[in-house]
């Protein structure tokens, strides 16, 4: 019996078609078929046939229950889920109007219609949980079906309404990413990039997936290019590293001389020991130390300095 990974959904979840009859013709990218999930009767698209390991496992952790085959889709599978792809805009305004009518204190992002209809999912966004057991009622009062309510973030809001990001393609979020990588502002320090919120963050006002992509590459920049302050030798001559241009593959090296120069991390002399020819660096540390203020003093005489009292 044949598997597939499929993708289903507004929220493009990806899972593995495990039940695909090995009496049917093999499916191929870009295939449309019919998929019973936990939802009920869904429209998926199939992406590749599943490989199996673990790795590509890992890869799917997102995906939502077991998947069973019903059939290929058909054209009027086509016709009915467009149909209810059109009633999007309607469907949000009538829960609007339900949710602004009670007063409950959330966001809407989007209403989902499957292909079977047998519920209606309702994302929304809100600060905390939220009793919405009457909103529910009302809601199945009104669609005369079931009714899922699900809390979202803003990363996944972004997924369901953005389109393009900054880079002037298709979010990455919404066109191939199947989990949220974490991001965090020591990626955005390690790559010495702008702290400027507004050119690091994504149109879901996070810090920008794209960081996370780029971090294993910048460390590996790392490991191969001298660290600022290390002893380098060039030719005949010795500088320490004051700088770095990752992107470019260069270093900026200070001489004994004063000269600053740009210099490719290839061609530094591998036979160099960093304990060698340390006389310009020990004089270098030595004129540093001696411009440094004494802090012991400093806080020597804090220690004795006795405090002011308030004269009333």
Same mark, same amino acid.
């Given at each position: 019996?044949?598997?597939?990974?499929?993708?289903?959904?507004?929220?493009?979840?990806?899972?593995?078609?495990?039940?695909?009859?090995?009496?049917?013709?093999?499916?191929?990218?870009?295939?449309?078929?019919?998929?019973?999930?936990?939802?009920?009767?869904?429209?998926?698209?199939?992406?590749?046939?599943?490989?199996?390991?673990?790795?590509?496992?890992?890869?799917?952790?997102?995906?939502?229950?077991?998947? +069973?085959?019903?059939? @290929? #889709? =058909?054209?009027?599978?086509?016709?009915?889920?467009? *149909?209810?792809? !059109?009633?999007?805009?309607? /469907?949000?305004?009538?829960?609007?109007?339900?949710?602004?009518?009670?007063?409950?204190?959330?966001?809407?992002?989007?209403?989902?219609?499957?292909?079977?209809?047998?519920?209606?999912?309702?994302?929304?966004?809100?600060?905390?949980?939220?009793?919405? +057991?009457?909103?529910? @009622? #009302? =809601?199945?009062?009104?669609?005369?079906?079931?009714? *899922?309510?699900? !809390?979202?973030?803003?990363? /996944?809001?972004?997924?369901?309404?953005?389109?393009?990001?900054?880079?002037?393609?298709?979010?990455?979020?919404?066109?191939?990413?199947?989990?949220?990588?974490?991001?965090?502002?020591?990626?955005?320090?390690?790559?010495?990039?702008?702290?400027?919120?507004?050119?690091?963050?994504?149109?879901?006002?996070?810090?920008?997936?794209?960081?996370?992509?780029?971090?294993?590459?910048?460390?590996?920049?790392?490991?191969?290019?001298?660290?600022?302050?290390?002893?380098?030798?060039?030719?005949?001559?010795?500088?320490?590293?004051?700088?770095?241009?990752?992107?470019?593959?260069?270093?900026?090296?200070?001489?004994?001389?004063?000269?600053?120069?740009?210099?490719?991390?290839?061609?530094?002399?591998?036979?160099?020991?960093?304990?060698?020819?340390?006389?310009?660096?020990?004089?270098?540390?030595?004129?540093?130390?001696?411009?440094?203020?004494?802090?012991?003093?400093?806080?020597?005489?804090?220690?004795?300095?006795?405090?002011?009292?308030?004269?009333?």
């Amino acid at each position: 019996m044949d598997s597939y990974v499929v993708r289903y959904g507004v929220m493009r979840y990806r899972g593995t078609l495990e039940s695909f009859p090995s009496s049917e013709p093999a499916l191929s990218h870009g295939d449309l078929i019919v998929i019973e999930t936990p939802r009920g009767h869904e429209l998926a698209t199939v992406l590749c046939p599943f490989s199996g390991d673990k790795a590509a496992c890992d890869r799917l952790a997102n995906a939502k229950g077991v998947l +069973r085959y019903v059939r @290929r #889709a =058909l054209p009027e599978d086509v016709v009915d889920m467009a *149909e209810l792809t !059109q009633l999007k805009q309607d /469907d949000y305004k009538r829960c609007v109007k339900i949710v602004t009518r009670m007063k409950i204190k959330l966001t809407l992002a989007l209403v989902e219609r499957i292909l079977g209809q047998e519920r209606i999912i309702v994302y929304y966004v809100a600060d905390g949980r939220i009793d919405f +057991r009457e909103l529910v @009622r #009302a =809601l199945a009062a009104e669609f005369q079906t079931k009714i *899922e309510m699900k !809390q979202i973030g803003p990363r /996944d809001e972004t997924r369901l309404l953005a389109d393009v990001g900054d880079c002037g393609r298709e979010i990455c979020c919404r066109y191939f990413l199947a989990t949220m990588p974490p991001v965090s502002m020591k990626l955005v320090k390690l790559q010495k990039s702008t702290l400027d919120p507004t050119k690091v963050t994504g149109r879901c006002g996070k810090l920008k997936c794209c960081l996370r992509f780029e971090h294993e590459y910048y460390r590996e920049l790392y490991s191969q290019a001298p660290p600022i302050g290390r002893r380098v030798k060039l030719g005949q001559e010795f500088g320490r590293v004051v700088a770095q241009e990752l992107i470019a593959r260069r270093v900026v090296v200070e001489f004994e001389d004063g000269r600053r120069a740009s210099v490719g991390i290839d061609e530094f002399d591998p036979s160099f020991s960093a304990g060698e020819n340390n006389e310009f660096f020990d004089d270098a540390q030595e004129r540093s130390n001696e411009s440094k203020p004494h802090r012991e003093g400093r806080q020597h005489d804090h220690e004795v300095k006795k405090p002011r009292r308030d004269k009333r």
